[in-house]
């Protein structure tokens, strides 16, 4: 894979670390954010091959700042893998839009993003 840089949200545990660990396996340099400080305490602890920032993706600075800190430590980016999710109720994407979904597949992936 050689210099393959990725970030991956809600990466500290669960189904983000188990994305994390092949792209490792396979040679990625791989950064986790999470807002479970105990899951990026146990993370660390783990090994340091993953390297994790506490960060709430819901909030624009603390995604700012993410991303200023990832670039400048891995020197770039090849990917970012969005796993980050809510839990507890949720509704139709369009309530997260003002009422109208985004006219194409890229808005929705920059919504994602967000």
Known sequence: MGRFRVLVTAGANGSGREIARPLIEEG???????????????????????????????????VQ?????AVA???????LINNAGISGPTGPMANKCGGRLPA??????A???R
Do not use: Y
């Open 104 to 109: 194409n597949s890229g808005d929705l992936v």
């Open 111 to 113: 919504l994602g993003a």
């Open 65 to 69: 700042c993410l991303f200023g800190d």
């Open 73 to 79: 430590r891995l020197g770039g980016l090849e990917a």
């Open 28 to 62: 990625a340099t791989v950064r986790v954010c999470d807002i479970d400080q105990g899951a990026l305490q146990r993370l660390a602890k783990s090994g340091p091959e993953i390297a994790s920032t506490f960060a709430n993706v819901i909030e624009r600075s603390q």
